[in-house]
């Protein structure tokens, strides 16, 4: 099965393919000739998943799947969130974001966070969502030089460490990628 994933990521494109396999494959953005950034306009990560797979949809006519991400930080009221991306303003650095982060975070003790992934899938002219999350808690400085975004400062419970010092491997299995890409994957080979 070829389906597009409507993302500019290359390291998002790497990561979902490795947890999905052979059994699809799985095109970018640019080789369906989509050089545009893509609307994300949403207040929820459902709103920007969805909005960004429907305008793929319509404007190339393709099935995909599109996703969005946050990072949700108790202390901080859910912040980042939607915005995790564009956190420390535009043009878009992981660097600033968690600079901004790990500093509005300073005069708080609870770290706790989560990471929650919500995939848009659109196949034909049905409509289906996946979800995934894993709760940790944000490291005082950065650990590794893996993965990407946040995952320097995150560390996944039960883990002693960061998801940038995991492989794609041990990240896929427990990230909040991972989970939603593994509902994707059964649901994609039950069809």
């Known amino acids: 099965m070829k389906i597009c994933f409507a993302t500019n990521n290359p390291k998002k494109i790497e990561e979902v393919k490795a947890a999905l396999g052979d059994h699809f494959e799985i095109v970018s953005l640019k080789s369906i000739g ?3 950034e893509l609307p994300e306009t949403g207040e929820t990560l459902d709103q920007n998943a969805f ?3 429907r305008y793929v949809k319509e404007h190339y006519g393709v099935d995909c799947f599109a996703d969005d991400t946050g990072l949700e930080v108790e202390s901080l009221n859910g912040a980042p969130g939607v915005y995790s991306g564009r956190y420390a303003g535009e043009p878009r650095s992981d660097q600033k974001n968690m600079d901004k982060l790990l500093e509005n975070l300073r005069p708080h003790t609870d770290r706790s966070a989560r990471f929650r992934t919500v995939i848009a899938l659109l196949i034909g002219s049905e409509e289906y ?19 990407f975004g946040y995952d320097p400062i995150f560390s996944p419970d039960g883990f002693n460490g960061s998801f940038a010092e995991m492989s794609m491997a041990q990240k896929n299995e427990i990230s909040h990628r991972g989970r939603a890409v593994k509902k994707l994957s059964i649901f994609l080979k039950g069809n």
Request: charged share 40%; proline share 0%.
């Open 34 to 36: 989509c050089e545009e």
């Open 51 to 53: 909005q960004k797979a």
């Open 129 to 147: 969502s996946f979800e995934g999350i894993v709760e940790g808690e944000i490291l005082e400085k950065r650990q590794g030089d893996g993965g």
